[in-house]
């Protein structure tokens, strides 16, 4: 006998089971109304084996690894066809289904479809055999009754037929409807349900066989007291049975017991790719219940249980920073991610399932238009276990959050499954599951495992994601009333932590090696921290020696504009506790930082930690974050801090080395003016406002007059004396946004914005008033003077580029040089010509 789920049907199983009741009803209707022609004497014989039926009903054994129950029923039900007919076959099995059905099922359901399957199939067998037995022997008597002549020899054809009838008829009619409800092939669902319980119908036609002889031989009263001898071996099978299904039950709890040791060593794997645990039971719960529906067969729904919990092993031979960008792949970096799926396979192939797991996990990132990997299949090559896993894999990790973006809505999600379906996904398997998914959520939410957190898994299907879900605050729905969520164990959130925390640190050390500017180090500093550590506050301190205080470089957080821009001397606060001592501070009351200023209403500052910036003995600066809350800081955030706070020191190390090197580049050292290098840096600047504008400028070349005397006479290191303080009176002549470089030798340019000709004029005064009447003490009354020869061009008069208006200046510079030579040695300084705007001038100073 064949239990039959009368669950979820879909339209067409039920109209086809529907259609089975109402013949199986229709057949027990006549085989009741034709019962009420019998005699006393079949009536009785009706009863007793009516009581039999019952109490065989009433002591099913199940076969151990199938849906098959056994009774000592099916004999009686023979037994009735051969003795009364064909009606009394067809009310005794309908009424040994309906005894077994109240045992094994609480719905009513059950309790109507199975009698009236019984009935059908006793009905068309019955039938069977009577024509088997008038085609064999040439009896065409109905019933035989119980004192046949009819030979067991006669009789033992028939039988077999009828029991073949009964098995073949019963096994198609629930074959094709779990085919229906499935959609599997017939073939498959008759194979792994009922072809091993063929031997319970042949079993029964057997054991009727042998009652009918001895009744034949013996009597029926002999028989009646053989009752006991058959229900003692009906016990012994019962006890035989028990015993299977004890050593099977135990087979099942090794099995669970490798299962349930896999799956923590799986889930360990899968938090290393931030996968988290719910992710994985969601995920196995839904391809059990896809499997269900596909019609896929019990080890095929194994093999998915778990390739859902392993399909992601093989990501032990992708690198963690690629596992856990927490951007989009480059297109190297997911060719590294697609060897996840052959290493899974290899590992798999050595465990050795039973069930077929390995091409689950080899073709789970396969895609129905054939664009997939690792083999490029396309539509039904693909394994649909790997197909369902595809689609259930997708659906999940998509609504997961992510550090760059909010989890999809269960809508958004479904909208991405369709735009997939024929593309990315069998349309078929996508079609079935949001048919399905609102079930699927209801039991999800019942076991508490909508508790979405991180995982990576999207990345080749990024295309569907679209651009409708940008960044944003993580949606946790509420909980379902009644309904508790679960907690992840705590070694995978320790495993997850473990592997962020080496991410973390790793792309902190690529981060801060990405730029030298001084500014842009500490910005990415505060961003970074707040990756590893919690804070409300937090700010990057930088240390001038020379001024013997620290400022605050960058700052970000609650409140950031009350230590933007602060100056702090070592000694002083938190902060100028660890500059002083050069260690971490931790225990010392945050408000002592805040002690001058005035702090917003509420805001209160109870825990922080600030740690000294250092690098090869030298002082940095110092790193500090704050919290609201106490005791807010853990060792373990502690020893997070002083990596990243090495780090960040070499980080700001390099960067102010590299200002330093820059500065150098474009600095004179002797006079500290800037060189030539940073002229033409400023000229094209002033060029490019010029265009922009329309405004001119002007660059003036200024040259010493007698300095090669000043050299020959007192030596180099006077001369450069000489040239630090010409330097220095120059720059005091001009503005403050003006330009001025040493440009080589005794010579000085100076770039001018926005003058008029008196201004011009003016300038060029003042510059030879301040270097005529300087002198340099040498030695005793000894005393080194310079006269300077000046020289300018405009900028669109003279030319465009920086050489044009040097070579214009310089022509008009040495043309004032020759002028001063020409003039007598005790002459009276001449008027020199007005320096007109846009024209070349120059003049030449004692």
Known sequence: MIRIDMSDFNRAAGAFWGVVVVAGALALGWGAYAC??????????????????????????????TRAIVTAGDCFVFLGVVFLGVPAGVVLGALELFTASL??????????????????????????????????????????????????????????????????????????????????????????????????????AFAAALVYGAIMKFGLLYVLLSVPVIAATLATYRTYFERVAEKTREAAEVSRLHLATVEALATAIDAKDQTTHFHVRRVQLYCERMGELMGLSPSEIKALKAGALLHDIGKLAVPDHILNKPGKLTEAEFER???????????????????????????????????????????????????????????????????????????????MLRRGAGGHFDPRVVEVFLRHLPRFEDEITAGGLDNRGLTNEEWEHRD??????????????????????????????????????????????????????????????????????PFELCAVYLYDEEKGYATAAHVAGRHAELLRGRAVAPGEGVVGF?????????????????????????????????????????????????????????DDHLRLL???????????????????????ALTDTLTGLPNARAMYVRYEQEAARARRTGRPFQVVMLDLDEFKAVNDNFGHKTGDR??????????????????????????????????????????????????????????????????????????????????HLLIAADEAMYSAKSFHKQRPADAAPAAAPELTTGDLASTAIN
Request: net charge negative; charged share 20%; with cysteine.
């Open 578 to 634: 660890a500059l002083a001592n050069r260690r971490s501070s931790f225990l010392l009351d945050p408000m002592l930082d805040f002690r001058d200023i005035e702090m917003p209403d509420g805001c209160q500052f109870r825990s922080m930690v600030a740690l000294p910036l250092t690098k090869d003995e030298r002082l940095v600066g110092a790193l500090a974050v704050y919290s609201t809350e106490p005791r807010r800081y853990t």
């Open 642 to 664: 002083d990596t990243v706070a090495r780090l960040a020191s070499d980080a700001l190390s390099n960067a102010m080395s590299h200002a330093q090197a820059e500065s150098n």
């Open 337 to 415: 991610m697609k060897v996840h799926t052959t290493v899974g396979a290899q590992i798999l192939e050595r465990v050795g399932f039973p069930y077929p797991v390995v091409p689950i996990v080899l073709y789970h990132h396969e895609q129905w238009d054939g664009c997939g990997y690792p083999e490029g299949l396309k539509g039904e090559q693909i394994p649909l276990t790997a197909r369902i896993l595809s689609v259930v894999d997708c659906f999940d990790s998509a609504r997961e959050e992510r550090p760059y973006r909010r989890g999809l809505t269960a809508d958004e999600a479904c909208r």
């Open 103 to 204: 045992k094994s099922s609480s719905r009513a359901s059950t309790w109507i479809s199975m009698p009236a399957c019984m009935a059908l199939t006793a009905y068309v067998a019955g039938h069977s055999f009577y024509l088997a037995l008038a085609a064999h022997s040439g009896v065409m008597r109905e019933p035989l009754g119980v004192a046949s002549a009819v030979s067991l020899e006669e009789l033992a054809l028939p039988l077999v037929l009828m029991s073949l009838v009964h098995y073949l008829l019963n096994s198609a009619l629930v074959a094709v409807m779990l085919s229906l409800k499935s959609r599997r092939p017939v073939w498959r669902c008759w194979r792994d349900g009922y072809l091993l319980s063929c031997w319970t119908f042949f079993a029964g």
């Open 722 to 803: 000489m040239l630090r303080e010409v330097g220095r009176i120059l720059q005091a002549q001009l503005r403050e946004y003006d330009f001025l470089a040493r440009y080589a030798g005794d010579e000085f340019v100076a770039i001018v914005q926005d003058l008029s000709t008196e201004q011009t004029n003016e300038l060029r005064e003042r510059i030879e008033r301040a270097v005529s009447r300087f002198s340099l003490h040498v030695r005793g009354d000894k005393h080194a003077r310079v006269g300077i020869s000046v020289g300018s061009a405009s900028y669109g008069v003279h030319g465009e580029t920086l050489d």
């Open 36 to 65: 009420l022609t019998f005699t006393p004497v079949q009536w009785a014989q009706l009863v007793v084996l009516a009581s039999l039926v019952v109490i065989s009903g009433m002591l099913p054994v199940r076969i151990p690894g």
């Open 464 to 533: 569907l994601l679209g651009e409708e879900h940008d960044p944003g605050p993580p949606a946790t729905g509420p909980l379902v009333p009644g309904a508790q969520r679960a907690e992840a164990p705590h070694y995978l959130s320790q495993i997850t932590n473990a592997h962020r925390e080496v991410y973390a640190l790793y792309e902190i050390a690529r981060t801060f090696g990405s730029s030298l500017d001084i500014e842009d180090t500490a910005s990415v500093i505060v961003n970074k921290v707040g990756h590893v550590v």
